[in-house]
């Protein structure tokens, strides 16, 4: 990027590790690497060893930050009713009168 040069280390660095983020989120892994390894260059480079830890960390969970394969359905189960359930239930359709 051009002009990007002069902004200090520490917030190059958390522009593309934020990017990477973005990236993983939509399930662009490759250029989701590519964002974390200049964070990585960066941090190195300048001694931002928190910023280090945080990319490591995501770049070896990065296969598993896509879309889960399996989603919940919201599909009601069987519903397990007590008698204090049923009393607060019964208090709350008498107030909605």
Known sequence: MVGFEHVPANIRADY??????GFARFDNNRRSEI????AHEIAVAHELHEMI???ERL????NNCG????????ESTDV???ESVREV???????SV
């Open 67 to 74: 879309a889960p394969e399996f989603v919940e359905s919201a």
């Open 16 to 21: 593309h590790l934020k990017a990477g983020i």
């Open 53 to 55: 830890f945080r990319i």
């Open 59 to 62: 770049l070896a969970g990065l």
């Open 80 to 82: 397990v009713q007590t």
């Open 35 to 38: 964002e974390f390894r200049r």
């Open 89 to 95: 239930s019964a208090s709350l359709s008498a107030l």
